[in-house]
C-alpha cells in the first residue's frame, strides 16, 4: 500500500461524514492543475463491488458491479462525488446559495438540493419540463418529492426555452437575480460536470485501486463500463485509469447527445485540469441514446424488468439501463472483443427516477394475486394484531 492510499484509508476514518478537509490527490494525479485544495464528506464511501452473474455473456467474461447506487440515500449515485469537490468550493467561496439546473427528474439536482441543506445553504433548481406541464405544480414523483421535502427552491423552465436560452444563460440569470437580493449564490453546472467536479471520479479510480489491491492481485479489470450523460464521470474515470495503476479500458455509453459531442466535451474537462491526454486516447464512446433522453423502449424496460429478477440489481432506465443494454448487445454482437475479460460495470444509481417510469412498467410486473387461505385455518376476531 502506498503512502497516498494509507493517507486516504485514514482520513476516511468514523466521524468523517459531512466534515470538509484538506484534499491530497493520488501521487498519479499530482501533476494536474489546479488541484482542488478541500473536499468534504458527502458519499457512503468506498462503494461495494461485486461480482455481477449477468446471463448470457461471452466465454470466460466477468462482470463486476460497482454499487455507486449506494453512495447514500437521498445522496445516492455518482453526483455525490462530484459534489464533494464542489461543495467544498462554494464554501470556501463564502456562498450562502446553490444554483443548478437539469431535467425534471435530475438526479443531480436531487442530490444538490439535499448536499445543500446539509450545509445549511439555500438550494435553487431550475428544471426543464414540457410546455405543457411548466406553469402547473410539478408533483412530488421520484426526485421532485426529495427535492420539495428538504425545501429547495423550484423553477421550471420549457424545453423550448431552454433550448433557446441554454443552461449557462438560465443559471446566470438567476444568479443575477439572487445577487441583486444580496446573496452570494455558487453556480454548478449541468450534472456539476466541469473539471472541479472531475476529480469526483479520480477519486473513485483511487478508490476502485484500494479495493483491487485488497484482493491481492486476484482481480484485475480490463474494462470499465458506464453510462455517459453529461460527460463529467466519465471524464474522471477515464483520465483516472489513463493516468494511474488501473488502466483499464473506458467504454462510456451515452444517453443523450452523440459521441463526437462528448470526445469534444470530456477534452475540455481534462484540458481545464492541464492532463495533456487526448480524450479519444483514453475512453471509447458509444450511442445508447435510443429514442431520446429519458425515453425508454419497451425492450430497454423489459431488459431492467429481466436484470432485476434475474441478479437482484435494479437498474435505473434513464441511464445504467440503457448502457448495461447497450453493453449487452455489444458483447451479442462482437464476442469475441469480450471473452475472458474482467469487466468493472458501475452502477451510477438514478432509482428514484424510477419512479418516474411506473405506468411504463406496469404491465412487467403483474405478478401478484389475492391470497387464498382455506377455510379449516383456525380464525379469531383480534388474534393479528396490526400494530
Ligand atoms: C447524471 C447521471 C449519470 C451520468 O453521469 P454524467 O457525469 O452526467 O455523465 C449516470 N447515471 C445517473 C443515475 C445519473 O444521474
Known amino acids: ?14 466521524f468523517d461524514f459531512l466534515s470538509q478537509k484538506a484534499y491530497t490527490p493520488p501521487s498519479w494525479a499530482s501533476l494536474l492543475n489546479p488541484i482542488p485544495s478541500h473536499i468534504f464528506s458527502l458519499g457512503h464511501l468506498p462503494t461495494p463491488i461485486h461480482k455481477w452473474n449477468l446471463p448470457n455473456l461471452p466465454t470466460n467474461t466477468e462482470v463486476y458491479l460497482k454499487r455507486d447506487d449506494l453512495s447514500g440515500m437521498q445522496l445516492s449515485g455518482n453526483k455525490v462525488r462530484k459534489l464533494e ?10 456562498a450562502d446559495c446553490i444554483i443548478t439546473i437539469g431535467g425534471i427528474q435530475s438526479n443531480h439536482c436531487r442530490a444538490t438540493a439535499v448536499a445543500a441543506k446539509y450545509l445549511n445553504l439555500d438550494c435553487y433548481l431550475i428544471l ?19 427535492e420539495r421535502l428538504v425545501g429547495a427552491n423550484v423553477q421550471l423552465i420549457s424545453k423550448e426555452e ?47 485501486e484500494q479495493q483491487v489491491q485488497a484482493t491481492t492481485g486476484r482481480i484485475k479489470f480490463d474494462d470499465i463500463v458506464v453510462a455517459c450523460g453529461s460527460g463529467g464521470t466519465i471524464a474522471g ?9 488501473l488502466k483499464a479500458k473506458v467504454h462510456a455509453f451515452a444517453v443523450c ?15 481545464g485540469l492541464k492532463a495533456g491526454v487526448d480524450s479519444h486516447d483514453i475512453v471509447n464512446i458509444q450511442n445508447a ?17 429481466e436484470i432485476a429478477t434475474t441478479t437482484g440489481v435494479v437498474l435505473d432506465p434513464v441511464y445504467s439501463g440503457k448502457a448495461a443494454y447497450g453493453m449487452m448487445k455489444d458483447m451479442a454482437e462482437n464476442p469475441k472483443n469480450w471473452e475472458g475479460r474482467k469487466v468493472l460495470f458501475i452502477h451510477t444509481g438514478g432509482l428514484l427516477g424510477l419512479f418516474d417510469k411506473v405506468d411504463q412498467m406496469s404491465s412487467l410486473v403483474e405478478n401478484w394475486g389475492r391470497m387464498e387461505v382455506q377455510e379449516s385455518v383456525p380464525r ?5 394484531k396490526m400494530f
Not at 474515470?237 to 495503476?245: A, E, P, V
Not at 435510443?290 to 424488468?305: D, W
Request: aromatic share 8%; proline share 3%.
Open 1 to 14: 500500500m502506498d503512502l497516498d492510499n494509507k493517507k486516504d484509508q485514514e482520513s476516511r476514518s468514523l
Open 85 to 94: 469537490f464542489l461543495m467544498a468550493d462554494a464554501v470556501a467561496q463564502g
Open 128 to 146: 426543464r419540463a414540457s410546455k405543457v406541464v411548466v406553469d402547473k405544480d410539478p408533483g412530488l414523483t421520484g426526485n421532485l418529492l426529495v
Open 162 to 208: 431552454y433550448a433557446q436560452i441554454g443552461s449557462v444563460n438560465l443559471t446566470n440569470d438567476l444568479k443575477e437575480k439572487l445577487v441583486k437580493e444580496g446573496r452570494k449564490p455558487y453556480v454548478i453546472p449541468v450534472g456539476g460536470s466541469n473539471s472541479l467536479g472531475t476529480w469526483g471520479y479520480i477519486e473513485a479510480i483511487r478508490e476502485i
Open 237 to 245: 474515470l477515464s483520465l483516472g485509469s489513463w493516468l494511474g495503476t
Open 257 to 271: 447527445d452523440d459521441p463526437d459531442y462528448f470526445y469534444n466535451f470530456v477534452q475540455d474537462l481534462i484540458d
Open 289 to 305: 441514446k435510443g429514442l431520446g433522453y429519458a425515453i425508454n423502449t419497451s425492450e430497454e424496460l423489459k431488459f431492467v424488468k
Open 380 to 384: 379469531k376476531d383480534g388474534i393479528g
